[in-house]
């Protein structure tokens, strides 16, 4: 909640992945919670955000506090098993749901 802060939160979707997962850009007034979510260290950077990225792991903040297996590589190691699609509403809602779970 300290990240929102009370503020309205906006999503975007602006392309789909190779899963077919819908890609997009949430904020809060001007936070960008993407971005905040991999500086906190709970989110891999994709695309962008590899100074916060690096910066979480230098912290070991979140996910970097201990052992971690990246997605990319869980995927590899299970012969590319996908996890189920779901629609891109459920996608934003989950994202939705850790960020208010993590602050």
Not at 56 to 79: L, M, N, Q, T, Y
Request: hydrophobic share 40%; aromatic share 10%.
């Amino acid at each position: 909640m300290k990240l929102i802060g009370g503020r309205a939160v906006s999503c975007s979707g602006w392309q789909r992945d190779r899963y077919d997962r819908l890609l997009g850009d949430c904020k809060a007034g001007n936070v960008d919670l993407n971005a905040e979510q991999v500086r906190a260290g709970w989110a891999v950077a994709f695309g962008d955000f590899d100074m916060e990225e690096a910066a979480a792991r230098v912290a070991r903040a979140g996910i970097w506090a201990g052992s971690f297996e990246e997605p990319r590589d869980w995927r590899r190691s299970h012969d590319g098993i996908v996890e189920p699609r779901h629609g891109a509403l459920a996608s934003v809602g989950d994202t939705l749901r850790e960020l208010f779970r993590f602050h």
